[in-house]
């Protein structure tokens, strides 16, 4: 059974993770989601269903385009085999429906959201916001006792990052704040992991990079911080709760 639910969660990611693809790419452009279908990015000639199977289409092709032979980038394989195997993680490693969908669906959210803010330095509200209610209804809907953790964790998360943006505007923004509130929503109490790691992930490279460029450049460097909540994100999700419990038994 657990070979068979993580493979139809492997297939499950890779599709989301075409359509992740998309909404990256179209979203933060304004252009919709449904049409015109999956074209070319030089030539614009629309990918034929065949071509269009997640990695393997792209594997075939040998990573180019069929038409115009123009290269197309790996990172649309990659982003559909990490989806597929973050997919693959969520099923395998949590044990109620409560968690395994709201890991599912916050994946389906992390990884646009990591790949617009990077190219866009933006956490849109039209994913963000969405998100939130997604949250809210899916705990009312698979376990309401939890609710009122989802929602403390929420405003927790999103009331500290937001004491950052007000104290260093520069370093942060919104954005920032209402992802870190939707991943609190998500996670609960492991949201403090998600923290934690984000700005550990964030201090190592803004130290790196003024180790490079030196303090005065490296200040007015600008590095999105969604990335770092991201993947913060994913390690809570995967292994937050085991962190959390060893952390309030064995250090507090």
Request: charge should be positive; include cysteine.
């Amino acid at each position: 059974m657990p070979v068979a639910l993580a493979a139809l969660a492997a297939l499950g990611g890779l599709i989301v993770g075409s359509f992740l693809n998309v909404v990256a790419y179209r979203l933060p452009r304004r252009e919709s989601l449904v049409s015109p279908g999956s074209r070319c990015p030089a030539c614009g000639t629309a990918i034929k269903p065949y071509d269009n199977v997640p990695v393997l289409g792209w594997v075939l092709l040998r990573g180019r385009c069929r038409a115009c032979e123009e290269r197309i980038s790996p990172r649309y394989p990659l982003v559909e085999a990490l989806t597929g195997a973050l997919a693959v993680a969520v099923v395998l490693v949590k044990h109620s429906a409560h968690d395994v969908v709201l890991g599912l669906v916050l994946v389906g959210i992390l990884v646009p959201i990591a790949l617009i803010d990077l190219e866009h330095r933006i956490i849109p509200n039209v994913i963000t916001a969405p998100a939130a209610v997604a949250a809210i209804v899916i705990g009312l809907a698979t376990k309401p006792s939890a609710l009122p953790e989802q929602l403390i964790a929420g405003a927790a998360a999103g009331g500290f990052l937001l004491v950052f943006v007000l104290a260093y505007p520069r370093g942060m923004g919104m954005g920032d704040v209402k992802l870190a509130a939707v991943l609190g929503l998500y996670l609960g109490r492991s949201v403090a992991v998600a923290v934690l790691v984000a700005v550990l992930a964030g201090t190592i490279v803004g130290g790196a990079i003024m180790a490079r460029v030196g303090v005065a450049k490296g200040r007015k460097t600008a590095v999105p911080f969604g990335p770092f909540l991201a993947a913060g994100g994913v390690v809570a999700l995967l292994a937050g709760p085991p962190i959390v419990h060893w952390y309030l038994h064995s250090v507090v």
